[in-house]
């Protein structure tokens, strides 16, 4: 167990899933004095009465939303000063985090982690990151095709759910009193499928009692990224077995690898016409029409999304790689004579599905002349 002293407890979920609920039933529980910090104070109707009464402190924390990252600087700059003020009052037992909606909560922890080990003389840890999971919306959108057209606003809605489902050691399942018995074990089925270790936590309304979010091992940051199917794919799988990997609940999953790149309009016409088959998809891949673009290609259900990331390393200029050859020699140990560090590398993870035909149509995709 850590030998710092203040707790930190990151809250995640969709927007909907009942984050603020359960900060309002953990500060009327009067069993340990709570700060608590939000992204929006007009989300959160807190009584005031209540805060009163317990005596808790609420402060208010804007969070900015970057991409590539730059969360991460936001967080040690910004947010984490907030974070060492409230734990220098020595009353403060715990700080829970209500984290925005749409963050990804790797990027938040890896900013705690990142922060704890480089600062000797703080008082907090992180303790767990718990994900929200709206089970109704759950089992009427993603085991039941998902979300459709009209529900996703900007087409990468599901990902991030499944994101923030992924990333957690700790999954309250809440709204369970909107679903059967039956129902509910199919949801708790299918979120095994994509992540095997976190506590479920059933409750309804938000009701889950603070001890047992407290009263636990401590976070640990590779242990909980190494939960996912997706990183259990790659650590897992052999690359050239004709079979897919299959766990325990009857899920899937294969790691496709090709230096050559993809012809866009190809693939563009193999993610139109996706097999319904798999349920969840991630990595990185490239272009024949742009050498120089890392693009991240993510899919869950009927969704699917191609996102434009950072460099290709060697797409960099001469110098510019020279001097990190020079410094960072190890990086040309998977260094291609022809493509340099470009690779496609994708996880598919499915149920029911000839892995031969799906690999058949990605190399069908697969620009020729490259």
Request: a negative charge; aromatic letters at 8%.
């Given at each position: 167990?850590?030998?710092?002293?203040?707790?930190?407890?990151?809250?995640?979920?969709?927007?909907?899933?009942?984050?603020?609920?359960?900060?309002?039933?953990?500060?009327?529980?009067?069993?340990?004095?709570?700060?608590?910090i939000v992204n929006d104070m007009g989300s959160i109707n807190i009584d005031a009465s209540i805060l009163d009464k317990t005596g808790n402190r609420v402060t208010q924390?804007?969070?900015?939303?970057?991409?590539?990252?730059?969360?991460?600087?936001?967080?040690?700059?910004?947010?984490?000063?907030?974070?060492?003020?409230?734990?220098?009052?020595?009353?403060?037992?715990?700080?829970?985090?209500?984290?925005?909606?749409?963050?990804?909560?790797?990027?938040?922890?890896?900013?705690?982690?990142?922060?704890?080990?480089?600062?000797?003389?703080?008082?907090?840890?992180?303790?767990?990151?718990?994900?929200?999971?709206?089970?109704?919306?759950?089992?009427?959108?993603?085991?039941?095709?998902?979300?459709?057209?009209?529900?996703?606003?900007?087409?990468?809605?599901?990902?991030?759910?499944?994101?923030?489902?992924?990333?957690?050691?700790?999954?309250?399942?809440?709204?369970?009193?909107?679903?059967?018995?039956?129902?509910?074990?199919?949801?708790?089925?299918?979120?095994?499928?994509?992540?095997?270790?976190?506590?479920?936590?059933?409750?309804?309304n938000g009701d889950v009692d603070l001890e047992v979010i407290l009263d636990r091992e401590d976070f640990d940051f590779e242990e909980v990224e190494a939960y996912s199917?997706?990183?259990?794919?790659?650590?897992?799988?052999?690359?050239?077995?004709?079979?897919?990997?299959?766990?325990?609940?009857?899920?899937?999953?294969?790691?496709?690898?090709?230096?050559?790149?993809?012809?866009?309009?190809?693939?563009?016409?193999?993610?139109?016409?996706?097999?319904?088959?798999?349920?969840?998809?991630?990595?990185?891949?490239?272009?024949?029409?742009?050498?120089?673009?890392?693009?991240?290609?993510?899919?869950?259900?009927?969704?699917?999304?191609?996102?434009?990331?950072?460099?290709?390393?060697?797409?960099?200029?001469?110098?510019?790689?020279?001097?990190?050859?020079n410094d960072y020699p190890d990086i040309k140990d998977d260094w291609d004579d022809t493509y340099g560090d470009r690779l496609n590398q994708v996880v598919f993870i499915?149920?029911?599905?000839?892995?031969?035909?799906?690999?058949?149509?990605?190399?069908?995709?697969?620009?020729?002349?490259?």
């Amino acid at each position: 167990m850590s030998t710092r002293e203040v707790p930190i407890v990151i809250i995640t979920g969709y927007l909907g899933s009942g984050k603020t609920t359960l900060m309002q039933n953990i500060l009327k529980q009067e069993k340990r004095k709570i700060a608590l910090i939000v992204n929006d104070m007009g989300s959160i109707n807190i009584d005031a009465s209540i805060l009163d009464k317990t005596g808790n402190r609420v402060t208010q924390v804007e969070m900015v939303e970057m991409q590539n990252g730059c969360i991460c600087c936001t967080l040690r700059d910004e947010f984490m000063t907030e974070i060492e003020r409230l734990s220098a009052d020595k009353s403060i037992e715990a700080i829970f985090v209500e984290a925005s909606g749409i963050s990804e909560p790797s990027s938040i922890a890896g900013a705690f982690v990142n922060y704890e080990e480089m600062t000797e003389d703080t008082r907090v840890y992180l303790k767990s990151v718990v994900s929200v999971v709206d089970v109704d919306r759950i089992y009427r959108e993603f085991l039941h095709d998902l979300v459709s057209d009209e529900d996703a606003e900007d087409g990468d809605v599901i990902n991030l759910i499944m994101d923030q489902i992924e990333f957690c050691n700790i999954m309250i399942l809440n709204k369970t009193d909107l679903l059967t018995a039956e129902q509910l074990e199919e949801v708790k089925t299918g979120l095994r499928g994509l992540q095997q270790e976190a506590e479920m936590i059933q409750c309804v309304n938000g009701d889950v009692d603070l001890e047992v979010i407290l009263d636990r091992e401590d976070f640990d940051f590779e242990e909980v990224e190494a939960y996912s199917a997706v990183q259990r794919a790659l650590n897992n799988c052999e690359h050239d077995d004709e079979k897919a990997c299959v766990d325990e609940y009857g899920i899937s999953s294969f790691v496709f690898e090709e230096r050559k790149p993809f012809n866009r309009e190809a693939f563009n016409r193999f993610v139109d016409d996706y097999p319904e088959v798999l349920i969840r998809t991630k990595g990185y891949i490239w272009f024949s029409d742009d050498w120089k673009h890392v693009q991240l290609f993510e899919q869950a259900g009927r969704n699917a999304s191609v996102t434009e990331l950072s460099e290709w390393v060697s797409a960099w200029t001469e110098d510019e790689l020279d001097q990190l050859v020079n410094d960072y020699p190890d990086i040309k140990d998977d260094w291609d004579d022809t493509y340099g560090d470009r690779l496609n590398q994708v996880v598919f993870i499915g149920k029911g599905y000839e892995k031969a035909e799906i690999v058949k149509q990605l190399y069908d995709c697969i620009e020729k002349d490259a």
